[in-house]
């Protein structure tokens, strides 16, 4: 893409590295900046800035936060017996979004991948350990991705943990809701029905 300005080409080139943005989106997106006014383009490149400078992560669960432990960490309503260990910050905030979860988190930054060079060192689980140990856990909760990384990683903090008396559980894997049963693969099938629900509980829910 030949462009008249090596400023335009520039911006057009950062905005293209962020994901699911391919150059013409860029330069749509970077056009439109172009027709605001110069303070409104000031506040909007100062904002993210400052998030990336100033934004720091929670010590105690490694969720993103103004101070240094989080909103959810310090309100001292919610269950901080409770631990549901999630991958990435993206996913609190879907559990969040949810809003049925009044326990704490924990996130780990990833899940056990060597194929991807990733090791438990790489992730928060040393931690997450500590934690349940420091703070007499009463149960955490498994919301990793259902693949063989997710297992593995599971896997691999149960057995630390298995001595701790800690309750380990996962969120229950099944068939999506508005989902058709005969397209569901065999491996969710197989897990719903070794997962299933008494009535009364799912009709709660
Ligand atoms: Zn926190």
């Known amino acids: 893409m030949q462009l008249p300005s090596s400023l335009l080409e520039n911006a057009v080139n950062e905005f293209a590295k962020l994901p699911g943005i391919g150059k013409k989106t860029a330069l749509r997106l970077v056009l439109h900046l172009l027709k605001q006014d110069v303070t409104d383009v000031t506040t909007f490149s100062d904002t993210i ?4 400078n100033e934004i720091k992560f929670c010590q105690r669960c490694f969720n993103v936060s103004d101070g240094d432990i ?3 960490c310090a309100n001292s309503f919610r269950n901080q017996r409770l631990i549901c260990v999630v991958e990435t910050i ?7 979004a949810t809003q049925q979860f ?5 996130v780990l930054g990833g899940v056990i991948s060597p194929l991807d060079g990733i090791g438990p060192d790489q992730l928060n689980i040393e931690s997450l350990t500590h934690r349940i ?14 693949n063989i990384q997710g297992d593995t990683t599971i896997y691999y903090i149960q057995k630390k ?4 008396p800690c309750r380990v559980t ?8 508005g989902g058709e049963l005969e397209y569901a693969d065999e491996m969710t099938l197989a897990r719903s029905l ?12």
């Open 49 to 52: 800035a400052k998030m990336r």
């Open 133 to 146: 140990q420091q703070e007499q856990t009463e149960e955490i909760i498994f919301a990793l991705s259902p």
């Open 161 to 164: 943990i298995q001595h701790l």
């Open 170 to 177: 996962t969120i229950a894997r099944g068939i999506a809701f």
């Open 70 to 72: 989080c909103a959810i």
């Open 90 to 96: 993206r996913d609190v905030i879907a559990i969040e």
């Open 102 to 106: 009044s326990g704490t988190y924990h």
């Open 194 to 205: 070794a997962n299933r629900l008494p009535v009364q509980q799912y009709v709660k829910s």
